[in-house]
């Protein structure tokens, strides 16, 4: 009788006459194979975006792991009330003395690390060759390689919930009450870094009662540990909501239940409304308004699917559009089976709550969809094996090879530049002057915390009447009225930054002097003085005039 196969069962590839040069391909040694090209392919984007300021997130980050370093806890969860990654981030940042590069360090550090998992869940379903295939089509991501330049959330997001889907498949394989509670435990690690990642908790004790219906593996003590595990963090998410909810805050648990209360209730449906009104508002507006089928009247009815259809977009452009055909062959071509049912279960759910998400905020991005795209990379994998073992004729087998390389390889690569391209230099020069001038002790009002953040000024978004920095960027970029708000505030100095094109000018001012310009090849920046900063800020402490 065959020995039934599961999830880390010995994978037969097929008798196949292996090139010595590449019998690490079809080992575990590939592993390590992609782990160091990744390590050096982030290293490398690390070097070149040293003088890369941090992105606005990552500020907010940063300050928040600067309260933490100090050991006012307090004021860092203010700052964010998310503590798990300024708390590594200050960890690193004993040892590298640069806060911005401790937090991209850090980035690039996770998103090598989630290969890990990724490598052995593709492995227990289509062997090494294709966990090969799946971690480098990983590793050449575009947005991959552009979030491991910034400081976000999302790369330890990707990480803990690629090993909390590790364990949960490893459970699922042979569920005793160790692997169990390793699911269980690694299910809350995602949701420190992303309020999504809540999903997992439930998600995973939900599915092992839900096989116990059909599966005799599942009854018994796996049911039991399940059943306590949704029970205990039902229960004391109910505490913390109706007992003490002024520490909702805390880990952004007030977003959790707001999200929840929306769906349950359908709030999340109310941008939605409005839009569909709009929309049929629009009917009137054409050449036969009392006509059927025009434009408002099309989109009104069929709203929930351009939604569908953005969210798809995005999903694929994260992913990476060459990848889309590799995807194709490898669902097409898997055998179905337990473990890849569970992950394309998940991935539907994840995908549901973004999708409820965008309809809520009528908005998305690639960040917020990272690791929808990856939960489908075992099938990217899988599906350029397939496309790599194909023979097609003698005479275009060398033309086909390369047409794959190029297009799984080279296009990816050619997106680098846009990664690496020219950064944010005038920040940092603005930030440079003013700790080095006498003005560093001045109150400031700016539109960008770069360049409190470079001169080493405190500040905590609050706009407190006595912060040293106060933070003025309207959203429709109209500074007209940010001389009075200086006076009201009682500033001492604007600092205004713009980009830098022919007709960038400063807004007028009266009663506020222009004391110096710094340009870099994209920004400039405007620095403003009441009469008696401007005597005493003297464009001569500039550095490099």
Not at 375 to 400: M, T
């Amino acid at each position: 009788m065959m020995k039934k196969s599961t999830y880390f069962g010995n994978h037969e590839e097929g008798p196949r006459r292996r090139n010595r040069r590449l019998a690490w391909l079809d080992s575990p040694d590939g592993l390590y194979v992609i782990l160091g090209l990744s390590c050096l392919l982030k290293l490398a984007l690390l070097i070149v975006t040293l003088d890369k300021t941090p992105n606005a997130d990552g500020i907010r980050y940063i300050r928040a792991a600067q309260e933490l370093a100090s050991g006012n806890l307090e004021g860092s969860l203010r700052i964010y009330p998310m503590p798990v990654l300024p708390a590594l981030m200050a960890g690193v940042h004993l040892l590298i003395p640069d806060w911005a590069l401790s937090g991209r360090i850090l980035s690039s550090v996770f998103i090598v690390l989630a290969q890990i998992p990724l490598y052995k869940i593709t492995q227990g379903w289509f062997g090494c060759r294709a966990a090969f295939f799946a971690c480098l089509a990983f590793t050449l991501q575009p947005f991959g390689n552009e979030m491991s330049t910034l400081i976000y959330r999302g790369p330890g997001h990707l990480l803990f919930f690629a090993w909390a889907l590790r364990a949960m498949l490893r459970a699922l394989e042979h569920p005793s009450t160790t692997r169990l509670a390793a699911a269980f435990l690694l299910s809350i690690l995602p949701a420190a870094f992303r309020v999504e990642g809540a999903l997992l908790i439930p998600f995973f004790p939900l599915s092992v009662m839900g096989l116990a219906l059909k599966d005799k593996r599942f009854r018994g003590r796996p049911v039991l540990l399940s059943a306590v595990w949704v029970l205990v963090p039902a229960a004391a998410l109910f505490h913390v909501w109706h007992v003490s909810p002024q520490s909702l805050w805390i880990n952004r648990m007030d977003d959790l239940k707001r999200m929840a209360l929306e769906i349950w209730h359908l709030k999340f449906l109310d941008q939605y409304k409005i839009i569909y009104e709009h929309l049929r508002g629009m009917e009137s507006l054409g050449p036969l308004p009392t006509q059927d089928q025009n434009f408002g009247e099309i989109a009104r009815h069929f709203l929930w699917l351009i939604y569908l259809i953005g969210l798809i977009q995005t999903v694929a452009r994260t992913l990476y559009p060459v990848s889309l055909i590799p995807l194709a062959v490898g669902l097409r071509s898997a055998r179905k089976n337990l473990y890849q049912g569970y992950t394309l279960s998940l991935w539907l759910a994840y995908f549901l709550l973004l999708y409820i998400q965008l309809i809520k905020k009528d908005c998305t991005g690639e960040r917020f969809v990272w690791t929808c795209a990856f939960l489908l990379y075992p099938w990217v994998g899988h599906g350029i094996s397939l496309i790599l073992a194909w023979k097609p004729p003698a005479d275009f087998r060398r033309l086909f090879k390369w047409s794959v390389v190029l297009m799984l390889a080279i296009l990816p690569l050619s997106k680098l530049p846009k990664t690496v391209e020219k950064p944010d230099l005038v920040s940092a020069k603005a930030g440079q002057w003013l700790r080095q001038s006498p003005c560093r002790n001045l109150k400031i009002l700016g539109n960008d915390y770069r360049i409190p953040l470079s001169a080493g000024i405190p500040f905590d978004y609050k706009n407190r009447k006595d912060a040293p920095y106060w933070h003025f960027d309207p959203e429709d970029k109209d500074y007209s009225t940010v001389e009075k708000l200086a006076q009201r505030t009682k500033r001492d100095l604007i600092l205004l930054k713009f980009p830098n094109k022919k007709t960038a000018e400063p807004p007028p001012m009266s009663l506020y002097r222009l004391i110096t310009t710094m340009k870099d090849e994209r920004r400039v920046v405007f620095v403003f003085g009441t009469p008696e900063a401007a005597f005493l800020c003297s464009p001569g402490s500039e550095p490099g005039r």
